[in-house]
């Protein structure tokens, strides 16, 4: 199992398009930086719902509120909603459906090892590689900031649900900002699991991609929509922005809980229909 993972990995690892979503978060970081040092935070209050009603002396930006930018504020929208779910969706649908379409699968499949070993090997590589992505736009983030502006505390403001300012000492700034962090891996895994899924049951990763991107945008649309707004908690696109929920004061464990639920439920329930799928394939399709 172990062997079987260490190849994926390293079979990722020669890969170039392994390495697209580590230059697209290095030029996120690098231009977002870039900006907060010739336009300072003045754009960032402007854009923010709370922007037009408070002034500020000083500047708020450090390392600790670049790294927030990028997943807690409003910026964070294309970020989490697109750069991200395309990246992570990259990997868990060309994982599988590449070897399909290259031919090396049907061999591994044929092979002594278990279709078990195979699907959780790639399934643990894909979430290593994601977690990997993620952790890298956070701390590129955090040292690019501390060049630029050095370390502080953190200031956070204007929640996407409700108006917030609150003011973190740098310990714990740090603290909620990794909190804030793993939260967001949590709908990436979900729909990851969608499109490994996809990927198992079609063999195409185009298919597997833009499935569950298709997929994460409908629900999205249908749980915009008034008359839909009682089964809009049961979707995951309504728990995308996750991860912003570790920054108001207190943290509300209550609706973290409620989205890691119907998070782990559809990430189950992919799992669980990709591995059926895998036992029963056919070697020879």
């Not at 927030?68 to 294309?78: E, Q, R, T, Y």
């Not at 992505?133 to 996407?160: E, N, P, Q, S």
């Not at 749980?223 to 929920?245: D, E, H, N, Q, T």
């Amino acid at each position: 199992m172990f062997r079987l993972l260490r190849f994926e990995l390293y079979k990722m690892y020669n890969r170039p398009r392994s390495y697209v979503a580590f230059f697209g978060f290095l030029l996120v970081c690098f231009f977002t930086v870039l900006g907060g040092r010739y336009d300072g935070a003045r754009g960032i209050l402007a854009a923010s719902p709370m922007g037009s009603e408070m002034g500020m002396e000083g500047s708020p930006l450090n390392a600790s509120f670049v790294a927030w930018l990028l997943i807690g504020s409003p910026f964070a929208v294309m970020i989490v909603t697109i750069m991200l779910p395309i990246f992570v969706c990259l990997i868990f649908g060309e994982i599988h459906a590449g070897e399909n379409s290259d031919g090396t699968l049907r061999a591994l499949l044929a092979s002594p090892i278990t279709r078990t070993q195979v699907f959780f090997s790639k399934l643990f590589a894909s979430i290593l590689y994601s977690a990997a992505v993620l952790a890298f736009l956070g701390v590129t983030a955090y040292l690019m900031g501390w060049v630029a502006f050095g370390r502080g505390g953190l200031l956070v403001m204007a929640g996407f649900d409700d108006p917030m300012l609150a003011w973190y000492s740098e310990r714990e700034g740090l603290t909620r900002l990794l909190l804030g962090y793993a939260l967001t891996m949590a709908p990436a895994l979900t729909i990851g699991s969608i499109a490994y899924f996809i990927s198992i049951w079609l063999g195409n990763a185009i298919g597997a991609m833009g499935g569950s991107i298709m997929l994460l945008i409908v629900m999205g649309i249908v749980g915009a929509l008034p008359f839909c707004s009682g089964v809009k908690p049961y979707f995951f696109s309504s728990y995308m922005f996750i991860g912003v929920r570790a920054f108001p004061d207190p943290i509300p464990w209550p609706e973290i809980r409620q989205a890691l639920a119907v998070l782990g439920a559809y990430t189950a329930l992919s799992l669980g229909a990709s591995l059926v799928i895998l036992r029963r394939k056919d070697i020879h399709a």
